[in-house]
């Protein structure tokens, strides 16, 4: 079994590296383990609607969260449970 971050560190990191870039490793929901390299907060791509700030309230009450991959200009998200490490 791969060692977690506990999901209180995870927001700890999160918050300090509010618009920076970050990697993310985690454990997806079949097992396998996924990097993501992107930001939390792009600034540039923040969709300011309501049905956006619903989506983004009920992925954080499940314990999702939301990262823009650059690699592949899109957003992806993770469980907060399952993070192996963010830089």
Do not use: C, H
């Amino acid at each position: 079994m791969t060692n977690t971050m506990t999901p209180e560190q995870v927001e700890t990191v999160i918050k300090a590296k509010d618009t920076k870039i970050a990697t993310v490793s985690f454990i997806k929901a079949d097992g396998s383990i996924r990097v993501i390299n992107g930001l939390f907060k792009p600034s540039s791509k923040i969709v300011g609607s309501e049905r956006g700030a619903a989506q983004g309230e009920a992925m954080k009450a499940r314990g999702q969260v939301p990262i823009y991959e650059l690699k592949s200009a899109q957003w992806k998200s993770f469980m907060l449970n399952k993070v192996i490490s963010v830089t």
